[in-house]
């Protein structure tokens, strides 16, 4: 461990790059709030108001991740003493990933809990004496004061920085500032100007000023550790414009309701991630979707792999290549592609001539069978968002069937839709016979 030289941070570009300029003293309140878990499911964080899902989501994701590849077999049954090195290598797990380099430092910023019972005494004595006084007091930490109350420390390793919160997580977390601290954490350990340079848009910040939703970018980078703005596979050309999407498998993935509105398509990298924990995004909320069952994320079919090499050829994403390209394309999945039979298939593919082979055609005759899926399957849905006065957040059941030959009713039901992003054929039957709120 080492301590980072605070005082050589751009502070001022930090700011403007995760709240942008004249952002809402409301907005930066709502983002004040500790590390908290529900009393009735005790791996769950909970939220007090909008905004900080786009931090507290993709943390959640990874607890539950960590819950899986530790094979826990009851969540409910946790206590916070266990809980608490779960939430620890979830931030390691984010952390180690936003690095630009293995052996790049990641960096930890807090407010320490002696730090934030000062600006509570002081935030009440200013209360007390502006009730007296008849006149309204201002929060003693707003946007442009936080970084002062920082204090910032990097690591070497994944190991260093673990053990660090694990000998000092009671002292440095537990406050209203624990998600912010963390963001920022996240920001200097990438670093602000890769971050800028990864999601192509100097304007735009992490955080939107004016409503308080974390963009893309920042969902974006704390899924996968990368700042990109896009959620398709790999890189696109637009006019001449170069697109980065997502490079790699993600180790928890995503999955978005703005695709059924043809907003944007999630590739399969975010669709198909390593453990089968799935951020699910609305308009205005993240919700986290996760299995036990290891199927649902096996490796690809051969399906998959086909359609990935069909991408390949076709860059710009048209749904067809040329039909002089069948050939390469042939050889390339191993098919049989001696000139007479590669001739037959151009002529039985491309029947009109038009010197195109379009993609379904394709696969269905090469690999008619769709990827392996089981028919049946448990999912559950965790919605952090509490309601007030309410610490009651829980994990909520679905049994998934997958129906043959036809898709599953979704009208009216957004995480239904959400979820025939990835399997077209889904039902859900959901604990409680409603259906959970994406929003």
């Given at each position: 461990?080492?301590?980072?030289?605070?005082?050589?941070?751009?502070?001022?570009?930090?700011?403007?790059?995760?709240?942008?300029?004249?952002?809402?003293?409301?907005?930066?309140e709502?983002?004040?709030?500790?590390?908290?878990?529900?009393?009735?499911?005790?791996?769950?964080?909970l939220?007090?108001?909008?905004?900080?899902?786009?931090?507290?989501?993709?943390?959640?994701?990874?607890?539950?991740?960590?819950?899986?590849?530790?094979?826990?077999?009851?969540?409910?049954?946790?206590?916070?003493?266990?809980?608490?090195?779960?939430?620890?290598?979830?931030?390691?797990?984010?952390?180690?990933?936003?690095?630009?380099?293995?052996?790049?430092?990641?960096?930890?910023?807090?407010?320490?809990?002696?730090?934030?019972?000062?600006?509570?005494?002081?935030?009440?004595?200013?209360?007390?004496?502006?009730?007296?006084?008849?006149?309204?007091?201002?929060?003693?930490?707003?946007?442009?004061?936080?970084?002062?109350?920082?204090?910032?420390?990097?690591?070497?390793?994944?190991?260093?920085?673990?053990?660090?919160?694990?000998?000092?997580?009671?002292?440095?977390?537990?406050?209203?500032?624990?998600?912010?601290?963390?963001?920022?954490?996240?920001?200097?350990?990438?670093?602000?100007?890769?971050?800028?340079s990864?999601?192509?848009?100097?304007?735009?910040?992490?955080?939107?000023?004016?409503?308080?939703?974390?963009?893309?970018?920042?969902?974006?980078?704390?899924?996968?550790?990368?700042?990109?703005?896009?959620?398709?596979?790999?890189?696109?050309?637009?006019?001449?414009?170069?697109?980065?999407g997502?490079?790699?498998?993600?180790?928890?993935?995503?999955?978005?309701?703005?695709?059924?509105?043809r907003?944007?398509?999630?590739?399969?990298?975010?669709?198909?991630?390593?453990?089968?924990?799935?951020?699910?995004?609305?308009?205005?909320?993240?919700?986290?979707?996760?299995?036990?069952?290891?199927?649902?994320?096996?490796p690809?079919?051969?399906r998959?792999?086909?359609?990935?090499?069909?991408?390949c050829?076709d860059?710009?994403?048209?749904?067809?290549?040329?039909?002089?390209?069948?050939?390469?394309?042939?050889?390339?999945?191993?098919?049989?592609?001696?000139?007479?039979?590669?001739?037959?298939?151009?002529?039985?593919?491309?029947p009109?001539?038009l010197?195109?082979?379009?993609?379904?055609?394709?696969?269905?005759?090469?690999?008619?069978?769709?990827?392996?899926?089981?028919?049946?399957?448990?999912?559950?849905?965790?919605?952090?968002?509490?309601?007030?006065?309410?610490?009651?957040v829980?994990?909520?059941?679905?049994?998934?069937?997958?129906?043959?030959?036809?898709?599953?009713?979704?009208?009216?039901?957004?995480?239904?839709?959400?979820?025939?992003?990835?399997?077209?054929?889904?039902?859900?039957?959901?604990?409680?016979?409603?259906?959970?709120?994406?929003n």
């Amino acid at each position: 461990m080492a301590a980072s030289g605070a005082e050589d941070i751009d502070w001022q570009l930090i700011k403007t790059l995760v709240f942008g300029d004249g952002v809402k003293e409301a907005v930066f309140e709502r983002w004040l709030q500790p590390f908290l878990f529900s009393t009735k499911e005790p791996t769950a964080l909970l939220q007090s108001a909008g905004g900080p899902c786009a931090v507290l989501a993709p943390i959640q994701a990874f607890i539950l991740k960590r819950c899986l590849q530790s094979k826990i077999p009851n969540l409910s049954t946790l206590t916070p003493e266990s809980v608490s090195p779960l939430l620890q290598g979830a931030m390691c797990d984010i952390l180690s990933q936003c690095r630009e380099e293995e052996t790049s430092p990641m960096v930890l910023a807090r407010v320490s809990r002696d730090v934030a019972d000062i600006l509570q005494d002081n935030q009440e004595k200013e209360e007390s004496s502006s009730k007296r006084m008849k006149h309204s007091s201002h929060a003693l930490v707003d946007v442009d004061t936080f970084h002062t109350c920082l204090s910032v420390e990097s690591f070497g390793s994944v190991k260093n920085l673990s053990n660090y919160l694990e000998d000092n997580f009671s002292e440095i977390f537990g406050t209203k500032y624990d998600i912010l601290s963390f963001l920022y954490s996240v920001v200097l350990t990438k670093g602000p100007n890769s971050i800028i340079s990864e999601r192509q848009d100097m304007e735009e910040s992490l955080i939107d000023p004016v409503h308080g939703h974390g963009s893309q970018s920042l969902i974006n980078l704390l899924l996968t550790g990368s700042a990109t703005q896009n959620v398709f596979d790999g890189i696109r050309d637009l006019c001449g414009l170069q697109l980065n999407g997502i490079s790699s498998q993600s180790s928890v993935g995503f999955l978005s309701y703005l695709e059924c509105l043809r907003y944007l398509e999630v590739g399969k990298f975010l669709k198909n991630p390593v453990w089968p924990v799935w951020l699910l995004g609305s308009e205005t909320h993240l919700t986290v979707l996760f299995s036990r069952d290891m199927e649902l994320v096996g490796p690809p079919s051969q399906r998959d792999i086909a359609k990935e090499k069909f991408t390949c050829i076709d860059k710009e994403g048209s749904g067809f290549i040329a039909v002089d390209k069948l050939k390469n394309l042939m050889l390339d999945l191993d098919l049989f592609a001696e000139d007479p039979y590669v001739d037959i298939m151009k002529t039985k593919l491309d029947p009109d001539s038009l010197g195109i082979v379009l993609l379904p055609q394709f696969l269905e005759e090469f690999f008619p069978e769709e990827s392996r899926v089981p028919d049946s399957f448990t999912i559950h849905h965790y919605n952090g968002l509490s309601k007030p006065d309410s610490t009651q957040v829980t994990y909520i059941k679905g049994d998934a069937v997958m129906l043959e030959g036809m898709v599953g009713m979704a009208e009216n039901n957004a995480i239904l839709q959400t979820l025939q992003t990835k399997w077209r054929n889904i039902a859900v039957d959901w604990q409680g016979g409603g259906k959970p709120s994406i929003n």
